[in-house]
Structure formats: C-alpha cells, structure tokens
C-alpha cells in the first residue's frame, strides 16, 4: 500500500470588532491603494489622513475634498503621529525606510498592502529573499507596533467595488497581534469582502508570492486569472 500525506490548511475566519468602532487611519501614500482604501474608509464613519511628501498637490488637495468626512492631509510622520490605524500605501521596496521615518508607531495597527516584486527579464520576481517578508520588515522597523498584512492580493478596483469579482471575495490576513487582526478584519467586512486569517507575520511570505502568479500571467500570453481564498 502506498503512503499517502494529506495537508490540511485550516482557514480560521475572524470575527470582526464593533462596528460601531471609529478610528483615525493614517493613509500613507495617495496612490491607487492609498485613493481607493481612503474614501471606503470614510465612507464607514473613520476619520482620513492622508500621509504625503507634498500634502498642498493639487491632487492630494481633490482626494481629501472627494474622501469627506473630515478628511484632511499632512506629512507623512504627522499623519501617522495621532493615527489609531496606518495603512502603508507605499513602494513596496520603501517600507522599511518610510516606517523607520514615521516616528513613534507603538501600540498602534499597521496595515501592510505591499507586495515587495521587481522586474527581471521580462517577468516579476520577488524583490527580497523567501526567508522574510514585507510585513516582518515592517514589525522589526517598528517592533512595538501591531502589523497585519492585508489588501495585498486583491486590485484597488476590487476593493472600491467587490462585485467586480462576480461572488464572494475573500482578503487573507497575517500578523501576530490577535486583537489587531480583529479590528482589520472588522474594516474590511464593513466593505462586503470576507477576512480569512492564514497565520502569523511570517505567514505573510506566502501571501506575498501568490501575487508573482497573477501578475505574471496578467502580463503574458498565458491566461489571466483572478484569485480569492473562499471560507469553507
């Protein structure tokens, strides 16, 4: 008889907090990620900051009278001074060096979106080695702080509209902070898309390189895709 191994990955899905729970978020970065996440939200009741190198751009100034809700923009370590919630909508390939800039980040959540790829001959590899991650960057440039990984493999399309996807969308999250998780996973129910927690900071390795596939067939002559973990 042969031997058969069966891996089993459990999918832990996490309960949100309160809805009722409203946060100062400080959005670093005003790009596609940082424009998409922050009217969402304050569309939930959250005060925006947008973190920026230029806060007084013409462009910074339209996203933060389209955000609402008191909406207002400042320098990047200012906007993350007073914040509950940073989102590090940036470079992938800065973080270490824009959280090392943001000033005292403990016992705040940090939020990591970032998926650190370059290109190489045509084609995306990942930018830093297997044995490490975007988000444990993160957590040792800020080791008092709460990091979670998540919006990482869906497309800031997607997060402003879910039914783009055509069913349920799911966002895996990482991190070793329970709690932080929590509170992240609450924001994102809020915008109808499913939090799934897949493990520890560490695990964020692995969520990192799911993308290298999309992208690389989105960019290719072989079939596009789209990918969304979906609870069982």
Known sequence: MSLRLVFILSLVVLHPGPATAEYRIAMIGTGDVGSALGPVFAAQGH????????????????????????????????????????????????????????????????????????????????????????????????????????????????????????????VPLAGDDAAAKATVAGLIEAMGIEAIDVGEARDARYVEALLLLWINNRFSDRPAFDYHLRRL
Do not use: C, H
């Open 47 to 170: 005060t925006v900051v947008y973190g920026s190198r230029n806060p007084d751009r013409d462009k910074v100034r339209e996203l933060v009278a389209r955000t609402g809700n008191g909406a207002s923009a400042a320098s990047q370590r200012d906007a993350a001074r007073d914040a509950d919630i940073v989102v590090l909508a940036v470079p992938p390939l800065l973080v270490e060096d824009i959280t090392s800039n943001l000033g005292d980040l403990d016992g705040k959540i940090v939020i990591d979106p970032t998926n650190p790829m370059t290109l190489v001959d045509g084609r995306f590899e990942r930018a830093i080695d297997f044995d490490t991650s975007n988000t444990e960057i993160i957590q040792q440039a800020a080791p008092g702080s709460r990091v979670v990984k998540a919006f990482s493999t869906i497309s800031w399309q997607t997060m402003v509209d879910p039914s783009l996807a055509g069913g349920p969308v799911s």
